[in-house]
């Protein structure tokens, strides 16, 4: 068989170590900020009442959760100013899906990248403002990570529960 030298193996095992230390760092970190925000949104939750049953959090920064059966909405948004709603879905009586795309010298691109995307809640009194929850903007990241999917999600749940 193969004779391997003591210290070829243990160089190899400090150097798969030293290799892993920080991927195991990130995620640890990342487990941290994702139960913080959890946290942050079941606290919300609890100000108003409700207990979310459909939650969803992405990007370690934004946070929904919807209460069907009290029919509430639970939004949280960290950022460098902490963006929170808890709204009543009586209140509203539609939810629409507002998508930006970039555009160069006033013609849109072929490829047609959303620059923004949000589900905008329309409430029933004329008078009432309509609320804006934001859900991706480019000029924070540089990518997509599934929020169109997320969004045409969230907005049949919630005109399914409007209705």
Known sequence: MFEIDPVTLLMSCILMCAFSVPFIYNGQKNKKIARTLM????????????NPTEIDTWRFRYALGLDVSQNVLVYLCQDTTSVSYS??????KTVRLIK????????????????YLALELVPV??????????????????????????????????????N
Not at 39 to 46: D, F, G, V, Y
Request: hydrophobic fraction near 40%.
């Open 39 to 50: 946290a942050k949104l079941n606290e919300l939750a609890q100000l108003k009442g409700v």
């Open 87 to 92: 709204l009543n879905l009586a209140d509203f």
């Open 100 to 115: 930006r795309y970039q555009e160069i010298n006033g013609k849109s691109q072929t490829q047609k990248l959303p620059e």
């Open 125 to 162: 009194d004329s008078v009432a403002q309509v609320v804006s929850l934001e859900l991706y903007d480019g000029e924070l990241f540089s990518d997509l990570m599934g929020e169109t999917v997320l969004a045409d999600k969230w907005v049949g749940i919630l005109n399914k529960q409007l």
